[in-house]
């Protein structure tokens, strides 16, 4: 197939391209700059310039492909209903220039939006807790429901650390506050869980779904149900050298500032289903051996 991927020169977005044209398939990367657009040629793949921001801008790319990843996001926290809202006019407009095609659409969320605690989500939950997150739900149904439109659309969530070499996202700035606070912190008594996925058996997993997942399917990105938060802030502890920590939740803002809102989230996540479904295997280190060898 010819792939669209928004998201093309982000840290997941390169994997999964990298994982695609080693399966066969080609690609039709997005950039919204220069510097992007020079990294996609770099690496042998076809350039569209483009930018979530500007919905209209996105039809050319999936009517000119046989199938759309959706990994652009635009990153600006101090807005969280905005970019949710930019990313929802931005999936849309995709999908209507999709309908009828039954050509295939992978969209992303996050497991984070089916935190349950004390138990473990699965494929079929939805959130029963009302937080911050749970505004993506609503991208996220936008894509399941396209199955009714002639698309065949799928949803993988992520764990909220996908980890390996190179990694920028949450357990990298877990360690920068660890070092800024000169404590690895964890809530409580730490017995919140994270699921993780190592880049490469996602990037895997997106391959797999654009390929074969059936319309309106939820698939959850995870290779580890729930690793502890204390588990985390003691290798955190490890190789940074600062002592760990107890943070109580009241003061959990002060300590790990807007990321107290994710950390204090207990979210074990099952990916059963979806290995059986797609014969997703992930074979790559855990979360805390990857963290031993790369993170610090």
């Known amino acids: 197939m010819r792939v669209f991927v928004t998201g093309a020169t982000g840290w997941i977005g390169t994997a999964v391209l990298k994982e695609l044209r080693g399966a066969g398939h080609s690609v039709l990367g997005m950039a919204h700059s220069d510097a992007g657009a ?4 770099a690496q042998g793949v076809e350039v569209y310039r483009g930018d979530i921001r500007d919905p209209k801008c996105l039809v050319e790319g999936v009517r000119a492909t046989d199938a759309t990843i959706h990994l652009a996001f635009h990153m600006d926290f101090s807005d969280f209903p905005k970019i949710n809202q930019i990313d929802r006019d931005a999936i849309s407009a995709m999908l209507d220039a999709m309908a009828g095609t039954n ?4 969209g992303t969320n996050g497991t984070l939006v089916v935190s349950k605690p004390g ?6 939950d939805e959130s029963s807790e009302n937080t911050p997150l749970t505004v993506r739900l609503q991208a996220e149904r936008l894509v399941v429901d396209a199955a009714k439109r002639g698309v065949r659309g ?3 969530r992520l764990a909220p650390t996908v980890h390996g070499a190179g990694d920028k996202g949450f357990i990298a700035m877990l360690i920068n506050i660890a070092r800024e606070k000169k404590a690895a912190g964890y809530i ?6 994270w699921p993780a996925v190592h880049r490469d058996d996602a990037a895997r997993l ?6 074969s997942a059936p319309p309106g399917t939820v698939l959850h990105g995870t290779a580890e149900e729930g690793i502890s938060m204390r588990a985390i802030a003691e290798m955190i502890s490890k190789g940074t050298g600062v002592p760990t920590k107890s943070v109580p939740a009241a003061e959990a803002g002060a300590h790990f500032g807007w990321m107290s809102m994710v950390v204090g989230l207990d979210n074990r ?9 797609l014969g997703w295997k992930p074979e790559q280190p855990g979360l805390l051996d990857d963290m031993r060898a790369h993170y610090f």
């Open 103 to 106: 050509k295939a659409f992978v």
């Open 38 to 41: 020079d990294k996609l040629k």
């Open 119 to 124: 138990k473990v989500a699965f494929e079929t």
């Open 206 to 211: 997106y391959r797999l779904a654009v390929e």
């Open 154 to 156: 799928s949803v993988i």
């Open 188 to 193: 409580d008594e730490g017995n919140h869980h």
């Open 269 to 277: 996540v099952s990916s059963k289903a979806t290995r059986e479904l």
